[in-house]
Structures are given as C-alpha cells and as structure tokens.
C-alpha cells in the first residue's frame, strides 16, 4: 500500500493489473496466503476455487521438479494471473508481487534495478524490508515464520479446513510445502 501511495503521488498512474509476464517463483509467509484465500472466498462463488486449487497444485507439483530458477523454462504461471493479466486479488496480492508494478516510485518500467547501479532500488529494498519484518515479526510471537512458494502454500491453504484458525494456534500447517 505504500509503494501504491507513493506511485500515485510520482505517477498517478498505479497499475492495477500484473506487470509480470514472465513466470517467475513468487514467495509468500502464512498471513500473505491466508489473506489471499480471504479474499478469493469473499470474490468468488465455491465452485470456482476449486479450479484455482487445481492449477496451484498442478504448479507446485511441477514447481518441485525445476527449482526457483526453473520457472521460466517450465512456465509455471501464478494461478491468480488470468490470461489478459489480471491479478484475481490484487488488494491482497504477496509482498513480492508489489514491487513489481510499472509505476512504482523505483522506475518507471518495473524493475527495480539499474543495470548500472548494482544498488537495489527503492522498491527492493522495501520489499527486503517487509518481507523481513513480518517474518521476524512471526517468531517473535512464536508462529510459523517460514517463506514458502505460491502455489504450494496457495493449494494447502483451499484445501485445509480452518487452515488460517489452525495455524494461529500453532498447527504446522505448511510442514509439507516446498520453502523458498
């Protein structure tokens, strides 16, 4: 929200679809993917998250055979991107998605570094910095700190009954998905 706040100051111009063409790894903690799955539940009617599911756990099976790195060359896409870009939570998308908008304050192309300047851009740096925050955050209050993948995280959570209730009492519920 603060990258967006910054944006709309800078460019007024914040995008509101996903920039991201290229199918890439992206990271989530629990409380990322629980606001997800909230607001998947809220949008959509039940019979259409079980469409979501399947694509995430189709992704993640193939997610564990390629690596971060592999993504790309496997085209594992996000399973909250639609075809024409959209982001089917865009208000609750991931951490590591929001540095990605083309008009946030660090460029006005969507990446965040200078190819010129190894120095990670301002939104990197943000990102770093929440992203580390939360997870310190999480252990200091004993929960599950972990950073795990998408599409593992994502199917766990649709399919777990009561997963975000669970996991607030300390049920390991994430025990089994691939961390990044």
Not at 73 to 96: E, M, N, V
Not at 108 to 121: E, L, R, V, Y
Not at 159 to 174: E, I, K, L, Q
Request: proline share 6%; with cysteine.
């Amino acid at each position: 929200a603060v990258l967006e706040q910054a944006a709309l100051r800078t460019h007024a111009d914040v995008a509101k679809t996903c920039p991201n063409t290229r199918p890439r790894q992206i990271t989530v903690t629990a409380p990322e993917v629980f606001a997800i799955t909230a607001e998947l539940e809220r949008k959509f009617p039940k019979s259409e998250l079980p469409l979501i599911r399947e694509l995430a756990v189709s992704n993640a099976r193939r997610a564990k055979n390629v690596g971060a790195e592999g993504f790309s060359q496997a085209g594992i896409t996000c399973p909250l991107r639609t075809k024409d870009g959209h982001c089917l939570t865009f208000s609750s998308r991931p951490i590591a998605c929001r540095r990605l908008c083309s008009s946030c304050p660090c460029s006005g192309n969507g990446s965040c570094h200078d190819a010129k300047d190894p120095t990670p851009g301002v939104a990197e740096q943000l990102h770093h910095g929440m992203s580390e925050g939360l997870s310190e955050g999480l252990r200091f209050i004993g929960l599950d700190d972990g950073v795990y993948e998408l599409n593992d995280a994502l199917a766990v959570a649709l399919t777990t009954p009561n997963a975000a209730s669970r996991w607030s009492h300390g049920d390991a519920v994430f025990a089994n998905c691939a961390k990044a």
